[in-house]
């Protein structure tokens, strides 16, 4: 998709790492210019300690044939949250793209503790990392993306909309900070579309992200060697396929027609063809339901 988004805007909230940076290099691939945020800078470090920075993120997405601007970023911070939409009118007189991708509540959890057992302030921190953000964030910048016809929200999520409504997800606060974000895409995709814009939830499948890497003691180049632990890990996917799934969002004329809907990137896939960087489509979440629930064999053959 060189080229494609070339004079197109886009501001990926929470780019540090992750689906985030994924989505801001494949926006960098389609020609866009990229602002990529998030409270990990040099020289500065997030509650999450780890050292990847939005700058490198902006590096990547400059390399890929984009333009990354990094801009350090407190999402919870309405008057910094303000601020950078401010400077990206000044800077661009537009913004076309909006991912909402904030997170950073992986360790906080008690995976195994019910409501009545995890820790409470740990819990509601965990709220306003997935939630508060989202909508402080699409505050603010709603106003600027629809001055011009034909922007996009993409909320980015765990989960489609029909699997988190049959399956709980993990953990009382996780299961609600993922649901709430779907609800989140839906509720303002009818709040803009009266002005020719679009907000769809869009969630990655297992995606091999640098924590998801070092969980399993692998790299990229070695991921496969995580199967020995998780045959199911063969289904995973970069952390770019979910950013290209964006892309082709961001690029697609008539994207009015998936408005409120909630989206995977395996089935985007399949409507528009983009590839994950091995050339393989990834079905996560259809394997999910007809392999890995069903306790069938690990096997991602028709799947990938």
Do not use: C
Request: aromatic share 8%; proline share 4%.
């Amino acid at each position: 998709m060189s080229g494609e988004l070339k004079g197109k805007i886009a501001l990926v909230a929470g780019a540090t790492r992750g689906a985030g940076r994924g989505i801001a290099v494949a926006l960098g691939e389609a020609g866009a210019t990229v602002y990529v945020t998030g409270r990990s800078a040099q020289g500065r470090r997030s509650e999450m300690d780890r050292p990847e920075t939005i700058e490198e993120t902006a590096e990547l997405v400059s390399a890929a044939g984009g333009t990354g601007i990094a801009v350090q970023v407190d999402h919870l911070e309405s008057d910094q949250v303000k601020a950078l939409v401010e400077r990206i009118d000044r800077e661009q007189g537009r913004l076309d793209v909006l991912v909402n991708n904030i997170w950073g509540g992986e360790l906080m959890f008690s995976w195994d503790a019910t409501l009545w057992e995890h820790d409470l302030d740990k819990g509601l921190r965990i709220l306003r990392l997935a939630i508060d953000t989202h909508i402080i964030t699409s505050h603010h910048a709603l106003p600027l993306l629809i001055k011009n016809p034909g922007g996009l929200v993409v909320e980015i999520t765990d989960g489609t909309a029909e699997y988190n409504d049959d399956n709980y997800r993990v953990s009382f606060f996780y299961d609600l900070a993922k649901t709430s974000v779907t609800r989140m895409a839906f509720a303002q995709s009818k709040e803009l579309a009266p002005h020719g814009a679009t907000a769809v939830s869009l969630t990655p499948g297992w995606m091999r992200s640098e924590i998801m890497l070092e969980v399993f003691g692998v790299t990229e180049d070695t991921w496969r060697d995580a199967l020995e632990k998780e045959p199911h890990f063969a289904i995973s996917e970069t952390p770019l396929y979910v950013g290209r799934a964006v892309t082709a969002l961001a690029a697609d004329p008539d994207v009015a027609r998936w408005n409120g809907q909630s989206l995977s990137g395996g089935q985007l896939a399949q409507v528009y063809g983009f590839t994950d960087v091995d050339g393989s489509r990834p079905d996560s979440w259809r394997y999910l339901v007809e392999v890995q629930d069903a306790g069938k064999p690990a096997d991602p053959t028709g799947y990938r």
